[in-house]
């Protein structure tokens, strides 16, 4: 198991970024995947983006394809998503979870056995 704590979540306006943190330990960082979901008040977690251990494979939801960024920092075992253009729609509470399968970075929530308990996102107009 991993532990997750995510920060960086708040209010902000439309058209406006913000950068999500996530940071974890209890096992080698570089060694697993990672990714961000997210979950609206009503709807079920939606994937957003995830990235391969070593950070050289990612992917998008289309949703937040060209403006949204994922990167992590093996040395400081932290990983983030930048967010930009935000919308009201992006508007969640994101979550980040880690697999303990392998280095394939998921699009499926059901492959993540690690998360964190989740940082709240407003994007308000």
């Known amino acids: 198991q991993v532990q997750l704590v995510e920060s960086g979540g708040g209010l902000v306006q439309v058209g406006g970024s913000l950068r999500l943190s996530c940071a974890a330990s209890g096992r080698t960082f570089s060694s697993y995947a990672m990714g961000w979901f997210r979950q609206a008040p009503g709807k079920e977690r939606e994937f957003v983006a995830a990235i391969s251990g070593s950070g050289g494979t990612s992917y998008y939801a289309d949703s937040v394809k060209g403006r949204f960024t994922i990167s992590r920092d093996n040395a400081k075992n932290t990983m983030y998503l930048q967010m930009n253009s935000l919308k009201s729609e992006d508007t969640a509470v994101y979550y980040c979870?880690?697999?303990?399968?392998?280095?394939?970075?998921?699009?499926?929530?059901?492959?993540?056995?690690?998360w964190g308990q989740g940082t709240q996102v407003t994007v308000s107009s």
């Open positions: 979870a880690a697999t303990s399968f392998d280095d394939s970075p998921y699009r499926s929530a059901f492959l993540y056995d690690s």
